[in-house]
């Protein structure tokens, strides 16, 4: 009996693939789906797969933010729905959780509602394995684990070259690397290994079949790098979503807030970097590597030709804005000595009486601000004290200014306090640079050390013998304390 109802709700599902994530949802969870834009735009994505625009895909996204729900369990449904001779191969680091995942599909498709808006997609009676089972016109749905085996089956069916192009399956590879295991090397060569040898060979049609690579990065290699980076000599689309953009603004507030996500950060920015923003930053091996760093114990820093201070500077006190971060520098003849280090959010006010009391402590002879935009106005104010303010103008960006400091750091001149509270934290900084969500340590130090060797220490006589002086005095002063 034609219902007029049920027609008009076909083909709104089958035409608008978001609208069929939502649906789908509430009608096998009982709730609500709760809408963010990079839904859609994952949607967006996945429907140029089925129309044969995107042959090649990989999205990067946070974990728990909607992507197998989206790109494997709700797209092979709606697939099979318009096309039910689909094959499918579906694969993720573990065997079982692919076979959950056809398993939910399997669900979705001998369900009540789909059974009635989709009448012509038919369970095959004879095959009812959550992990391998068909349709009645021939579509397949299969399950793997990274690492398996596939004999037998392939994604896609082979056309003629001539035929009008017809969606037909795909290869949808999720989440192919256990986060634990990550980082090691022969683990994720493994699957970089299975992809190469095994997984690449099962399409059934290679101008044809598409293949989808979903997953958090990791690491640097892993399969979304290395295929990015020419790996399996197949051209990508990437689609890539950072929980933070480059606004500062939380990717799905309603998931995690800017706040919560800056806890995150604080709590392992390397995880942070690589799972949430999808920068994965080689840990001890990024522009400094931890390696590389020299240890002074307390009271053992040789004679100090001068003392600098490094600003980096910002003024507002949210938890996800970047703190300013100060930073005291010795200059000595072997190298280049960190005293001691102030990373605050604060105000105006604030910083311009911190910078007071720090050079109070360590009396400067220079104290570096850049001149950017946070930092004129107080540039303009101190210099009408009697601090030594100097101004910083750069004319290159962030990385090119740390890649010029980098021969002082591995050549082993640069030495920080062993033992302090805060050396964790600044180490971190700079081992995650340029991937860490905050750079504001990274900033000073680079300031600091790129003045301090192109200038040389050069002084007037006058303020040669009052640096000898303070330096002295000093020195005895870091003896006593140590």
């Not at 056309?159 to 022969?186: C, L, M, Q, W």
């Not at 709590?267 to 522009?287: T, W």
């Not at 601000?369 to 601090?387: F, R, Y």
């Amino acid at each position: 009996m034609f219902d007029p109802e049920r027609l008009a709700l076909r083909t709104k599902l089958e035409g608008d693939f978001y609208f069929f994530c939502r649906y789908t949802f509430k009608q096998m969870t009982g709730m609500k789906w709760s809408r963010n834009w990079h839904h859609e735009l994952m949607c967006q994505k996945l429907q140029a797969v089925y129309d044969g625009d995107c042959k090649r895909l990989i999205v990067n996204i946070p974990p728990r933010y909607s992507k197998t729900e989206i790109v494997v369990v709700c797209f092979m449904a709606w697939c099979l729905a318009k096309a039910p001779d689909c094959e499918f191969i579906h694969a993720s680091y573990s065997a079982r959780l692919a076979g959950n995942n056809t398993a939910r599909v399997r669900d979705i498709v001998s369900s009540s509602w789909y059974q009635e808006v989709f009448p012509g997609v038919q369970l095959d009676p004879s095959t009812g394995g959550k992990d391998h089972w068909k349709t009645t016109a021939s579509g397949v749905v299969y399950a793997a684990g990274a690492g398996g085996t596939i004999t037998g089956f392939g994604a896609g069916k082979l056309r003629h070259e001539d035929d009008e192009y017809r969606f037909s399956g795909a290869i949808i590879v999720d989440d192919p690397h256990k986060a634990d295991e990550a980082n090691s090397d022969t683990m994720r060569q493994n699957v970089l290994d299975w992809y190469a040898n095994t997984m690449k060979s099962r399409v059934n049609d290679p101008q044809r079949t598409p293949i989808i690579v979903v997953m958090q990065r990791l690491h640097e290699v892993d399969l979304a790098g290395w295929l990015l980076s020419g790996g399996s000599g197949e051209q990508w689309e990437h689609l890539c979503i950072p929980a933070v953009n480059e606004a500062d603004q939380a990717l799905w507030p309603a998931k995690h807030t800017r706040e919560a996500l800056q806890e995150m950060e604080d709590s392992n920015s390397y995880v942070f970097a690589g799972q949430y923003m999808q920068r994965p930053a080689p840990l001890g091996g990024g522009i400094f590597k931890t390696g590389w760093w020299q240890y002074y114990q307390p009271g053992q820093v040789p004679k100090i030709r001068r003392i600098i201070h490094s600003w980096d500077t910002a003024f507002k006190t949210k938890d996800h804005n970047d703190p300013s971060s100060g930073l005291v520098w010795a200059e000595c003849d072997n190298g280049y000595y960190l005293l001691d280090r102030v990373n605050e959010r604060m105000e105006f006010p604030d910083l311009k009486r911190k910078i007071h009391s720090v050079n109070e402590r360590w009396k400067a002879h220079a104290i570096l601000v850049e001149d950017k935009a946070s930092g004129q106005s107080l540039i303009q104010e101190l210099k009408q004290t009697t601090l030594p303010i100097v101004p910083i103008k750069v004319d290159t960006d962030k990385v090119t200014r740390a890649f010029a400091v980098t021969p002082l750091v591995e050549g082993g001149k640069v030495f920080l306090p062993m033992g302090a509270p805060w050396i964790e934290a600044y180490v971190n900084q700079l081992a995650t640079f340029p991937n860490a969500q905050h750079d504001d340590d990274v900033d000073a130090t680079t300031q600091a050390l790129n003045y301090m060797h192109l200038n040389g220490g050069k002084t007037g006589l006058l303020d040669f013998y009052r640096g000898e002086v303070e330096c002295l005095e000093l020195q005895t002063s870091l003896a006593k304390s140590s």
